[in-house]
């Protein structure tokens, strides 16, 4: 039996070894790594079961599942693969008698995994600090509260409120952050959607200092920020429900002086921001030419057009 | 959201010269809840002209004054002002991209029909327009195959290759129906081109000016124009005067080419035959379509019949010239049309994220355009980079302002081509590297090399994308 320490020790040997092949790249020489400890600990250990525990499976997420064909001797590939560029559904998957390839089950379950993750987990209280955001919180005590009543999510409490306001004064246009259902779309997306739209912004001389972020947020949450900070323009940044195509999707939605129960019709959307949709800077860029035609025609959503 | 572009084409060529009108329609596919992408959905011809002979003058010259008068004419007959024509493309092919005043011409024209239509030569070029003009590019996509056309004029074999949809190769032969000339009453020959001549010389054959034209006399010539046709596509062992009718480059690959078809005024006598005098246009094109029909070649390949055979250059150069950039795109406005505007090509190993490397490559390059001193005005292309940082946009931005620091300084607004969807990213960054008041065309989806030329055109689809034409210009 090759105990913990033994293999760590294997593995530096062998990574002495490799100082040579500098040319390789660093994820082979890690695979290599893998496969040779394994391979010495079984020959070293071979009647027993062994338990690589430093040693980790290839992450089947990093397949690109636009390239990959799992189809048997399929009869034209290349028209195949053609097809496969277009969507990212999964199509040309091949099967095992009735049923999916173990690749594909693996992955479906794994993109579901990522998808739920999105949803609950928290965006990392660091990345907010870390980016100079203001941190608030709608009246949702916890995620499930989040989850099972979306009325909360659109609220804020009147302490909550006095922060915002103190924090925001009256800009002209406010920046808001929403985790949403996904938290991992935040962490994907800010740090190129944002400061795009503050470079747009800027060309036409209007400054967005003090961005907020709001914990446990629903779309709706933007109204009463357009309310308390009297701006003209709020724009908010939030995680979309994820799918099994990414979890980082995020939207965008625009309201010219939005107020608590308004049509949703006020509303624009940008959606579909991802780095397989419109990517953030693009979509940055865009808001901000976005913004202005707002508050040049001082209207938003179904208005605008 | 539908808007339609109307769009002219003419085509003079070696035998004729001829126009078209067509109705480019754009649409916005995008739904109303992500970035506008906008997109071509309908090309159709709204008009034909009538079939002109080229007219030629002494001295080896163009008559612009009769090719204005044809266009003249077919606009008044269209019921079509010149105002009107929002894009399209004046193309110069064949042998009569070798006459004297042809450059002279083209420009004159192009201003002639319109505001924004472009002047374009060049044999790769008239290759690409002509098998897109015949439906060849759907074919090959819709069968997933890969076809080669041929599209044979009076002076020129123009070929392409398309695979699925997409051109993989291009070449030009010196071979067309017009090489050489018959007298249309008395039949004499009145003229050979100095390759046909040499090609007579080298096999001995008795073949001159002012004899009677018979078929049997100019038989030889005809076959021995489609043994090079053949090996032209790779179907044939090639020959030595193979690289001497080569105009200025062959086809590279063959392996692949499952389909072939014929366009320009040759290929009528290919799919239709011909009854009755064989030098009824004054020259050997339908001896030269009907020894095709005879050849190997339609039992080798599939034959694909396209779309239009004669007129397949100009419905290319009226429906298939004018592309549409990426919708979030960057520019400042009052400066389109831009036109013949020489494209500066970064290499992928130029094109690194790094300020300096970006400028350096740029600026060296820019030597390339200056013409005796003359500083041109040049569009900058890369490929950018897919999803790119922020941070890494505007290395990208900040080394081609650097890198064009002299023309910016020189007034020239500053033409930023990239093929990845990022333009109005790096437009808005480059903005604000060298000011609001700068004049910045910033614009993706669209793909150039090196060599190629760009014209830009006003703003359409409320303004989100602007309609573009590369080409090349290139005279013998």
């Given at each position: ?184 779309a935040v962490e994907a997306n800010i740090e190129d959607i944002l400061p795009a739209i503050k470079q747009g912004l800027q060309m036409h001389n209007i400054n967005v200092d003090n961005v907020l972020f709001v914990k446990h947020c629903r779309v709706p ?85 | ?180 000339k018959v007298h249309r009453t008395n039949k004499t020959i009145e003229y050979i081109s100095p390759k046909i001549q040499q090609m007579i010389e080298q096999k001995g054959w008795n073949i001159q000016v002012g004899q009677q034209a018979t078929e049997a ?73 009907q020894a095709l029909a005879k050849s190997k070649l339609a039992e080798l390949f599939t034959i694909v019949k396209p779309k239009e055979t004669i007129r397949a250059t100009v419905v290319g150069a009226g429906s298939h010239t004018t592309e549409i950039s ?151």
């Open positions: 039996m090759v105990n913990e320490t033994e293999l760590k020790s294997l593995i530096e040997n062998i990574l002495q070894d490799m100082v040579g092949k500098q040319e390789q790249q660093p994820e082979q020489v890690q695979e290599e790594v893998v496969a040779q400890a394994t391979a010495e600990a079984t020959t070293t250990a071979s009647t027993t079961c062994t338990v690589a525990s430093d040693a980790c499976l290839p992450d089947i997420t990093k397949v690109d599942v636009k390239t990959e064909l799992l189809v048997d001797e399929p009869y034209d590939q290349e028209g195949y693969l053609q097809m496969k560029q277009k969507t990212p559904a999964r199509i040309g998957v091949g099967r095992a008698g009735a049923r999916f390839k173990t690749a594909t089950s693996v992955r479906f379950r794994a993109d579901h995994a990522a998808a739920q993750d999105a949803v609950f987990s928290y965006v990392d209280e660091d990345f907010v600090k870390k980016n100079g955001f203001t941190a608030v919180e709608t009246m949702c005590a916890n995620k499930d509260e989040y989850i099972t009543r979306p009325d909360f999510g659109r609220q804020f409490s009147e302490e909550m409120k006095q922060e915002i306001k103190a924090a925001c004064g009256t800009p002209q246009v406010q920046i808001v952050i929403g985790d949403g259902l996904s938290s991992a949450a933007m109204d009463v920020i357009g309310e308390v900070t009297n701006s003209d323009v709020v724009c908010l940044l939030i995680g979309e429900r994820p799918g099994l195509v990414t979890a980082e999707s995020m939207s965008a939605y625009i309201a010219y002086k939005p107020t608590v129960d308004m049509p949703e019709a006020r509303r624009t959307v940008i959606s579909n921001i991802h780095s397989g949709g419109t990517t953030p800077v693009e979509a940055g860029a865009h808001i901000a030419d976005l913004i202005k035609k707002m508050l040049d025609k001082k209207a938003s959503g179904l208005d605008l057009k | 959201m539908r808007e339609t572009i109307l769009s002219v084409g003419i085509d003079i060529g070696t035998s004729t010269t001829q126009l078209i009108f067509s109705n480019i329609t754009i649409e916005n596919m995008a739904s109303n809840f992500t970035v506008p992408r906008i997109v071509i959905v309908d090309k159709e011809v709204i008009y034909r002209s009538n079939i002109a002979f080229t007219p030629i003058i002494e001295n080896n010259k163009i008559d612009q004054s009769l090719i204005q008068r044809f266009v003249e004419e077919e606009y008044r007959k269209a019921g079509i002002r010149k105002e009107d024509t929002q894009t399209g493309a004046v193309i110069i092919t064949g042998e009569t991209a070798r006459k004297e005043n042809a450059e002279e011409v083209l420009n004159a024209l192009s201003g002639f029909a319109g505001e924004f239509v472009v002047a374009t030569a060049g044999p790769d070029l008239e290759s690409i327009i002509a098998a897109k003009g015949a439906g060849i590019s759907e074919y090959s996509a819709d069968n997933s195959a890969t076809v080669v056309n041929l599209d044979i004029g009076g002076g020129t074999s123009n070929l392409a290759v398309l695979h699925r949809g997409e051109v993989i190769d291009t070449g030009c032969l010196d071979i067309g129906g017009r090489l050489i006399l100019l038989q030889p010539v005809v076959d021995e124009m489609v043994q090079l046709l053949k090996q032209s596509v790779g179907v044939q062992e090639k020959s030595a005067f193979y690289e001497t009718i080569i105009t200025h480059k062959g086809l590279k690959d063959h392996k692949q080419i499952t389909h072939i078809s014929f366009t320009g005024g040759v290929a009528d006598a290919f799919y239709h035959g011909a009854a009755g005098d064989v030098f009824i246009y004054g020259d050997i094109g339908i001896m030269l379509g990426g919708s979030t795109i960057f520019y400042t406005d009052t400066i389109f049309p831009i036109k013949n505007i020489p494209v500066l090509k970064l290499t992928s190993a130029e094109e690194q994220i790094d300020e300096s490397m970006i400028a350096t490559a740029i600026k060296e390059k820019v030597t390339w355009f200056e013409s005796e001193g003359d500083r041109q005005n040049i569009a900058v292309s890369l490929q950018g980079k897919k999803n790119a940082k922020f941070q890494e946009v505007q290395t990208i931005a900040a080394g081609i302002a650097k890198g064009m620091e002299e023309s910016i300084q020189a007034g020239y607004p500053l033409i930023v081509i990239v093929e990845n969807d990022m333009a109005k990213a790096l437009g808005q960054a480059l903005q604000s590297l060298v000011g609001k008041h700068h004049n910045i065309v910033c614009i993706d989806s669209i793909q150039v090399e090196n060599g190629d030329y760009i014209d830009i055109g006003h703003p359409v689809a409320e303004g989100s994308v602007l309609p573009v034409v590369i080409k090349t210009l290139v005279f013998h």
